[in-house]
């Protein structure tokens, strides 16, 4: 019994020397970023809940050690301030599916579409949490993206000239009016913790608000 109790311990020994030469290693010799840890954290958030991971949660699953998570974050919170940058990024960046479509109605379209694809994506349990931190401090997850509105002040211009859609006020304030209309019906959803999505509720806004063209009136439902 004690050649086995000493094997046994002699592994578990072994065992955790591998695993911490191992953290020593990564933290030392592999560079992390804070776009990996976030992505990480996100998906632990997504797999068990936000509430249920811990910060010792998310260094275990990196092999990272709480000092060197600290260094790039300073709390939970902050893995999830920006949830829809990288998608707005990419929005900007690769403009192909824009330029393929047949009106700038369906460019505004596929703006929106895209960023309720996130919305679904992450879940109201995330986005709530986003909500919960600006309400405590003005983290700026809900400020105006200076790429994206640059794009869309364009896109509602053009959509005004080629009448598809009636409303001929300020484009950049249209897209502002726009945009809060899509943070409230998110908000909403957010307080109903509803499974459907807010998608169809919203584009109905859009059409009215924009006083859309009768011919594109139902081209949303291609974004259902």
């Known amino acids: 019994m004690s050649t086995l109790s000493l094997n046994k311990s002699e ?4 065992h955790l020397c591998v695993k911490l030469w191992y953290i020593i290693f990564k933290e030392n010799f ?3 970023t804070k776009e990996e840890i976030s992505q990480t954290a996100v998906q632990l958030f997504l797999d068990k809940g936000y509430t249920n991971v811990t910060i010792q949660d998310i260094c275990n699953e990196l092999h990272i050690t ?20 990288s998608t707005i990024d ?3 960046k690769d403009t192909y599916k824009l330029v393929d479509s047949d009106s700038h109605y369906q460019q505004l379209l596929i703006v929106f579409s895209t960023l309720i694809k996130d919305t679904k994506k992450y879940g109201y349990d995330l986005f709530s949490q986003m909500f919960i931190a600006n309400l405590k401090e003005n983290r700026h997850s809900f400020d105006m993206r200076d790429n994206l509105t640059k794009l869309c002040i364009i896109i509602i211009k ?6 598809e859609i009636h409303n001929l006020s300020n484009p950049e304030i249209l897209y502002q009016a726009l945009a809060h209309a899509f943070t409230g019906h998110e908000a909403l959803w957010c307080i109903k913790k509803e499974e459907k999505c807010f998608d ?7 059409n009215a608000l924009l006083e859309v063209d009768s011919t594109y009136q139902d081209l949303y439902k291609e974004y259902l």
Do not use: G
């Open 11 to 14: 592994f578990f020994n072994k």
């Open 30 to 32: 592999m560079k992390i």
């Open 66 to 85: 709480k000092p060197t998570l600290y260094k790039y974050v300073n709390n939970k919170e902050e893995l999830i301030l920006d949830l829809y940058d």
């Open 90 to 92: 990419h929005l900007v």
């Open 158 to 163: 053009k959509a005004q000239e080629q009448k």
């Open 200 to 206: 169809e509720s919203f584009y109905l806004s859009m």
